[in-house]
């Protein structure tokens, strides 16, 4: 399971550097290993803020009821003090990490002595809150079948409506050091139960069954929910209180992972430890696993054009290429034809080269695009062209030997393509006045492919097109990652989202460029498009749509519509198309076919506009 990596043997060292360095909140004193006097309690070690008061130091005879056992991936068991003391901040519950499978079972009463560490998922730099652990434990069982402590209830009612406190501004923004209110904010509480046995009633899934067996629930059913079932993200201040990771315990050769799409129920009681990974943050591992029952949720098909319609779309396929099985690619085709509605350009974001990720220097597309049109076409969809730019080899991003490129596809019986001077990968296309109207210098040619914004990152596509007399500009793009961001659960709160400036300075440039254009022609039809990977209401989309140059038609949909990817059980916007002021009218769809189910052909979902130039 992708969560459960294996855990540092250093654990002290780590905590002793991370407290020297002032990563986490605490004495760097406490490091030293030193013995305490007198018996110590879970919530002694659990203390009520983030970090132990006793990181670092060794402990004995700690005394708890084994609530969970995990036999793979990070191996241990959770142990949990069935007599809590009166501080709602102190959880009663830890994680003992044995590297080796436990030899302990879900009943025992044990007696564990150690180290008292706090364990770092992704590691100190990713910016996630830390895990209180006990390593090198010697465990003794005093006996067993024991009943086992009452589990906290996780439920609209206990878990507050506000998110996180403000980072203290002292601590770099840090909240590690701030005293829990459990009552207050919403990770408080969830890290006041860090390690203890916890429970979800019946829930509505959020976040599909992905391919490491988990899913995502929302004990919120209210909290900003979409027409079809998940819980949208619109804003840096709707985090979503409600939501939580879901795993299990039980081994999968054991018992299979529940398969769920968004908008299905987890109904009866989940029940198990709650753990914190670099995946998702607070994770309920199951041990009691509910029962799914599916909704009704179809993937979208979306209208066709009509014969005076332009229909331009944008889909992300997900590193495409000729080693993926035929499987995928029919998959994709008939989304092409069926749910698309065969649009009359389609701009395509993840085409690599003709042999995928094997990093032999190989940069042409070309099997791969004509594998996938002839599936277009043997599933009932028009014979598409195509125009691409090929990359630099290792230049783009993406999959390392991958070599991805954004490519057009359109239907030449609807929509004809302007040649002019392609360009090649190092070379800019331009703007130009030809007798009042604007021209590019290179058809299909690349955004200013030398500027440092686009360094390691997909570099914008522009072509022009003629549908009905009428000239249209296409800019598609795939701008950076986010790679690199904190969670939502990091300890620095805000989360720092270092990968946005990247993606300002593309915006700003994609931006500068469809003003040319309109500089050139005031009532150009422009389209930028693609996979912008940021929201609607981010500083990267206002500097698409600065100066009025753009609209991001998504805002022309009910906010519970606007989503085009669901992470972390959180519905959200990467894929947009942007109009410039002379496409007035127009409707916009985004067509929900992947991102909201557990088999996906990919995990975007893709976009369509048609509008009458």
Known sequence: MRSSHPRSAAVAALVATALATG?????????????????????????????????????????????????????????????????EATSEGVFVFTSSVPTVAVGDAVKVSGLVGEYVPGGL??????????????????????????????NEYTVPAAYAPAGDPAAAGSINGLALEPSRYALDFYESLEGM????????????????????????????PTKRGGTLYGSYESQNTGRLQIQQLAPFAQQPFPVANVGDKLTGTTEGPLD????????????????????????????????????????????????DPQEKFDALAKAVVENLASPDILALEEIQDDNGAKNDGTVSAEQTLTKFTTAIAAAGG????????????????????????????FNPARVSFTERAPGDAVTATGVVEENGKA??????????????????????????????????????????????DEGLTSHHQPPVRKSEEKRLLQAQAVNGFVKEILAAEKNANVLVLGDINDFEFSATTDALADGGALYPAIKSLPKSERYSYVFQGNAQVLDQILTSPAIKKFTYDSVHIN???????????????????
């Not at 005093?142 to 086992?148: M, R």
């Not at 014979?383 to 596809?409: C, H, M, S």
């Not at 022009?464 to 790679?483: C, D, L, P, Q, W």
């Not at 909201?596 to 995990?603: G, I, K, L, Y």
């Open 595 to 613: 991102a909201e189910f557990a088999d996906q052909n990919s995990d975007h979902d893709p976009q369509v506009l048609r509008f009458k130039p």
């Open 439 to 484: 021209a590019l210098t290179h058809s299909p040619g690349r955004i200013d492919p030398a500027n440092p914004a686009w360094a390691d990152s997909r570099k914008p596509l522009a072509a022009e097109f003629t549908f009905r007399g009428k000239t249209v500009f296409v800019i598609a793009n795939h701008f950076g990652s986010k790679g690199g």
């Open 276 to 323: 914190f990974n670099q995946f998702g943050g607070y994770t309920l591992v199951a041990r009691t696993l509910g029962t799914v029952k599916a909704g009704t949720l179809a993937p979208e098909k979306t209208k066709p054009q009509a014969e005076h319609e332009l229909a331009v779309a944008t889909y992300n396929v997900e590193n495409l290429d000729p080693t």
């Open 125 to 154: 730099n990713s910016g996630n809150q830390s895990v209180t652990q006990i390593s090198k434990p010697v465990v003794t069982v005093v006996s067993s079948g024991n009943a086992l402590p009452e589990a906290a209830a996780i």
């Open 197 to 224: 046995n916890v429970k979800i009633g019946t829930s509505r899934v959020v976040g599909a069954t992905d391919p490491y067996a988990e899913l995502w629930v929302t004990v919120k059913g209210w909290e900003n």
């Open 382 to 409: 028009p014979a598409y062209q195509w125009r691409t730019v090929n990359p630099e080899d290792k230049k783009d991003g993406g999959e390392p030997g991958g070599n991805i490129r954004q490519v057009f596809l």
């Open 23 to 87: 990563l986490l909140a605490g004495s760097a004193g406490a490091a030293e290993g030193s013995a305490t006097d007198g018996p110590v309690r879970i919530h002694d070690i659990q203390g009520s803020t983030r970090i132990s008061p006793f990181a670092g130091k060794q402990v004995a005879d700690v005394e708890g009821i084994v609530t969970g056992v995990r036999t793979y991936g990070s191996r241990g068991f959770w142990i949990q003090d069935p007599d809590a003391d009166d501080n």
